[in-house]
């Protein structure tokens, strides 16, 4: 209530500078390496999320990411996760017309994406069979995982990189 308050007297007293508010705002919540929202945009849309019980919360992560970083160096760890982010958004698009707005990246190599219950699945199976690198010694791919609060989500991606280093797929992002 209080920051409407400020835009309107704001945007009454200096009119001139509303777009260049406008623009500073939308800034604060966007992502710069990839053009998806970012973890303070996350954390504001989280609340509504979770409260909406035909919201699931997808989390993705990128596998080997750190290790990409130390061979390969951060310019071709940067490829790898604005790839991931379009695999990601492309994917989202294909179960949710809305969904584009709703996709962020939280961390390095962390990404959510908000998305009806039914679809949050198949969206997860998408981005898992759409994405998969190999640079010398190392192979990159993405995990993810779902749940209606963000704890279960993370909770159940922990599970999964724990499952595939059991396995013996080597995990270290």
Same mark, same amino acid.
Request: include cysteine.
């Given at each position: 209530?209080? +920051?409407?308050?400020?835009?309107?007297?704001?945007?009454?007293? !200096?009119?001139?500078?509303?777009?260049?508010?406008?623009? +500073?705002?939308? +800034?604060?919540?966007?992502?710069?390496?990839?053009?998806l929202?970012?973890?303070?945009?996350?954390?504001?849309? +989280?609340?509504?999320?979770?409260? $909406?019980?035909?919201?699931?919360?997808?989390?993705?992560?990128?596998?080997?990411? /750190?290790?990409?970083?130390?061979?390969?160096g951060?310019?071709?760890? $940067?490829?790898i996760?604005?790839?991931?982010? $379009?695999?990601?958004?492309?994917?989202?698009?294909?179960?949710?017309?809305?969904?584009?707005?709703? !996709?962020?990246?939280? /961390? /390095?190599?962390?990404?959510?994406?908000?998305?009806?219950?039914?679809?949050?699945?198949?969206?997860?199976?998408?981005?898992?069979?759409?994405?998969?690198?190999?640079?010398?010694?190392?192979?990159?791919?993405?995990? /993810?995982?779902?749940?209606?609060?963000?704890?279960?989500? $993370?909770?159940?991606?922990q599970?999964?990189?724990?499952?595939?280093?059991?396995?013996?797929?080597?995990?270290?992002?």
């Amino acid at each position: 209530m209080l +920051l409407e308050l400020r835009e309107t007297i704001a945007n009454f007293v !200096c009119p001139e500078q509303r777009n260049e508010r406008r623009n +500073l705002s939308r +800034l604060v919540n966007l992502d710069a390496l990839t053009g998806l929202a970012n973890r303070r945009a996350f954390e504001l849309a +989280l609340p509504a999320a979770e409260s $909406d019980p035909n919201v699931w919360i997808v989390i993705f992560d990128i596998n080997n990411a /750190g290790q990409v970083n130390k061979k390969a160096g951060h310019k071709f760890g $940067d490829i790898i996760i604005r790839e991931v982010a $379009d695999v990601i958004t492309r994917s989202a698009r294909v179960y949710s017309d809305d969904s584009a707005e709703r !996709c962020f990246r939280i /961390g /390095g190599d962390e990404f959510v994406v908000l998305i009806e219950r039914e679809r949050a699945a198949r969206l997860r199976d998408q981005v898992e069979i759409s994405f998969g690198v190999k640079y010398p010694g190392i192979e990159v791919s993405v995990s /993810g995982t779902f749940g209606e609060t963000f704890a279960q989500a $993370d909770e159940g991606l922990q599970e999964r990189k724990a499952a595939k280093k059991a396995k013996g797929t080597k995990y270290n992002g």
